[in-house]
C-alpha cells in the first residue's frame, strides 16, 4: 500500500502541468514563429514563453491562441500575431528600469509581455469594454502596469517621458504628443499608413529636440481610433 508521502509527491509533480497545459504550445510558438525569424533577446524570448496567451484571446479563440496570426478580439480589433508582438518588444531594447507607454491596449498582451520586462508600463485603449477586460486579465499577475481609457493619440503626460512608446494601432502619421513624450535617447516603434493600403512599421529615434525616423518591416494593423 502506497503511503500518504508518496500521493503528495505525485500531486506536486503533476500540479504545474495541469495549471498550464500550454506551456509547451509556448514553446513551440516562441522556437518555430519567433527565434527562426531573427528575433535574439532573450528577455524578449523568456516573456513571450512566459506570458499565457490563451488568457489574453476569447473563450471562443483559445483553440487558436497560439497560431502564426492575429486573432480577433471584438470591436473590430485584434491580437497582434506573436511575431509581431515580439519583434516589436525587441526593437525597443527593453531594458529593467524602463517606463513605457502603450497605444492601444486591445487584449492587454502587448502591455503584459512589456510588464514581464520592464519597470512600468502605461497603456491606452479607447474602446471602453476593451479597457476594462484587459484590466482585469492584467490585475492578476501584472502589477506595474496601468490601464487608462482615452485617446491615445495624445499619450499619456501625466507619467512622461518614456523611455519607449509601442503604439499598436495604424496612424496616418506620427503623433506629436507622441515624440514630445519620449525621453531623450527614447525610441517609439509604430505602424504608419492607411488601413486600405501597405502599413510600414516605423522606429522613431528622439535626439534632444528631433526625432528620425527608420522603415523596418510591412505589416497590416487595425487604425489607430481618434474621439470625435
Given at each position: 500500500?502506497?503511503?500518504?508521502?508518496?500521493?503528495?509527491?505525485?500531486?506536486?509533480?503533476?500540479?504545474?502541468?495541469?495549471?498550464?497545459?500550454?506551456t509547451a504550445k509556448r514553446e513551440k510558438m516562441v522556437?518555430?514563429?519567433?527565434?527562426?525569424?531573427?528575433?535574439?533577446?532573450?528577455?524578449?524570448?523568456?516573456?513571450?514563453?512566459?506570458?499565457k496567451r490563451h488568457e489574453f484571446v476569447p473563450a471562443?479563440?483559445?483553440?487558436?491562441?497560439?497560431?502564426?496570426?492575429?486573432?480577433?478580439?471584438?470591436?473590430?480589433?485584434?491580437?497582434?500575431?506573436?511575431?509581431?508582438?515580439?519583434?516589436?518588444?525587441?526593437?525597443?531594447?527593453?531594458?529593467?528600469?524602463?517606463?513605457v507607454l502603450e497605444i492601444g491596449t486591445g487584449s492587454?498582451?502587448?502591455?503584459?509581455?512589456?510588464?514581464?520586462?520592464?519597470?512600468?508600463?502605461?497603456?491606452?485603449?479607447?474602446?471602453?469594454?476593451?479597457?476594462?477586460?484587459?484590466?482585469?486579465?492584467?490585475?492578476?499577475?501584472?502589477?506595474?502596469?496601468?490601464?487608462?481609457?482615452?485617446?491615445?493619440?495624445?499619450?499619456?503626460?501625466?507619467?512622461?517621458?518614456?523611455?519607449?512608446?509601442?503604439?499598436?494601432?495604424?496612424?496616418?502619421?506620427?503623433?506629436?504628443?507622441?515624440?514630445?513624450?519620449?525621453?531623450?535617447?527614447?525610441?517609439?516603434?509604430?505602424?504608419?499608413?492607411?488601413?486600405?493600403?501597405?502599413?510600414?512599421?516605423?522606429?522613431?529615434?528622439?535626439?534632444?529636440?528631433?526625432?528620425?525616423?527608420?522603415?523596418?518591416?510591412?505589416?497590416?494593423?487595425?487604425?489607430?481610433?481618434?474621439?470625435?
Amino acid at each position: 500500500m502506497w503511503s500518504p508521502a508518496y500521493y503528495i509527491g505525485i500531486f506536486l509533480f503533476v500540479m504545474p502541468w495541469q495549471q498550464d497545459q500550454y506551456t509547451a504550445k509556448r514553446e513551440k510558438m516562441v522556437k518555430q514563429q519567433i527565434e527562426r525569424r531573427g528575433v535574439k533577446d532573450p528577455v524578449v524570448l523568456k516573456a513571450m514563453r512566459t506570458v499565457k496567451r490563451h488568457e489574453f484571446v476569447p473563450a471562443g479563440q483559445i483553440g487558436n491562441a497560439y497560431d502564426d496570426r492575429p486573432l480577433p478580439i471584438g470591436y473590430g480589433q485584434t491580437i497582434s500575431q506573436p511575431y509581431i508582438v515580439a519583434y516589436m518588444t525587441e526593437i525597443i531594447k527593453p531594458q529593467s528600469n524602463f517606463k513605457v507607454l502603450e497605444i492601444g491596449t486591445g487584449s492587454g498582451y502587448q502591455a503584459a509581455i512589456l510588464s514581464a520586462i520592464v519597470k512600468e508600463v502605461y497603456t491606452i485603449e479607447i474602446i471602453p469594454e476593451l479597457g476594462k477586460s484587459a484590466t482585469e486579465k492584467l490585475r492578476k499577475d501584472c502589477k506595474n502596469v496601468q490601464v487608462k481609457t482615452s485617446d491615445g493619440y495624445n499619450g499619456w503626460q501625466e507619467h512622461a517621458p518614456y523611455d519607449a512608446i509601442v503604439v499598436t494601432a495604424a496612424a496616418e502619421h506620427v503623433p506629436p504628443p507622441l515624440i514630445r513624450q519620449l525621453k531623450d535617447g527614447g525610441k517609439m516603434v509604430i505602424p504608419v499608413g492607411s488601413s486600405f493600403m501597405t502599413q510600414m512599421l516605423i522606429l522613431v529615434e528622439k535626439k534632444k529636440d528631433s526625432a528620425t525616423t527608420k522603415n523596418l518591416i510591412p505589416v497590416a494593423f487595425v487604425p489607430l481610433t481618434r474621439r470625435k
